[in-house]
């Protein structure tokens, strides 16, 4: 299984972004998939989680700016990031878990909040 993510990039504060991330090579649904972010010189965070596709649980930080969401299929994971802060800067990763436990990571993708 791969996870592919796709969507950072530059934006201005106070601006929006759309993460995506897609699986391939599995053909079953996953039991959690979320995104993690790690800034400079920081421990990487739990951002959000969709667990079952049917619940979502966010970061305090984040609550009511970013929205997590999958798609039709529970293998493509999405986050809307809106009212973006300088301090959302970092490289967001996203995460799946499958129902048997099987953990895979994405190779990140950099956010830049700046003016």
């Known amino acids: 299984v791969q996870l592919q993510a796709s969507g950072g990039g530059l934006v201005q504060p106070g601006g929006s972004l759309r993460l995506s991330c897609a699986a391939s090579?599995?053909?079953?649904?996953?039991?959690?998939m979320g995104w993690y972010r790690q800034a400079p010189g920081k421990q990487r965070e739990l951002v959000a989680l969709?667990?079952?596709?049917?619940?979502?649980k966010y970061a305090d930080y984040v609550k009511g700016r970013f929205t997590i969401s999958r798609g039709d299929a529970q293998t493509t994971v999405y986050l809307q990031m809106n009212s973006l802060k300088p301090e959302d800067t970092a490289v967001y990763y996203c995460?799946?878990?499958?129902?048997?436990?099987?953990?895979?990571w994405g190779q990140g993708t950099l956010v830049t909040v700046s003016s």
């Open positions: 090579g599995s053909t079953s649904s996953f039991y959690v």
């Open positions: 995460n799946a878990v499958t129902w048997g436990a099987n953990d895979y």
């Open positions: 969709s667990i079952s596709g049917a619940t979502a």
